[in-house]
């Protein structure tokens, strides 16, 4: 069984900061099991879209034209978390945030497919005022 937790979701104003969390418990382990990781959101009444996915180690990142410039996913494997920092945040940035990991193993390239992603954390709102 894997379970995925986010964290480090709230409310901000427009230009502001937050640095969410994503904890994988279970059968899933980065340095062992070698899945492809990502962060991914949801708006009101549209898509999930992807905003980045990466591998194990962080030599392959993709990130969205979202996300790019703005976010920055880093990984701390002891800890089995991956982290995305999110700056320059503005109202269009509200959504609610999801991690997401692969159960297969991937070397050095990352599917950016959502039906690709097997394991899905509950999401954590993210919300931006202006």
């Known amino acids: 069984q894997v379970q995925l937790v986010e964290s480090g979701g709230g409310s901000v104003q427009a230009g502001g900061s937050l640095r969410l969390s994503c904890v994988a418990s279970g059968s899933l382990t980065y340095t062992r099991t070698n899945p492809c990781v990502g962060w991914f959101r949801q708006a009101p009444g549209s898509e999930r879209e992807r905003l980045v996915v990466t591998n194990t180690g962080g030599t392959f990142n993709d990130y969205s034209d979202a996300a790019k410039g703005r976010f920055t996913i880093s990984q701390d494997s002891t800890e089995n978390t991956v982290y995305l920092q999110m700056n320059s945040l503005n109202v269009e940035d509200t959504a609610m945030y999801y991690c997401?990991?692969?159960?297969?193993?991937?070397?050095?390239?990352?599917?950016?497919?959502?039906?690709?992603?097997?394991?899905w954390g509950q999401g954590t709102q993210v919300t931006v005022s202006s």
């Open positions: 997401a990991a692969t159960a297969d193993r991937w070397a050095d390239y990352c599917p950016t497919n959502l039906a690709r992603f097997k394991y």
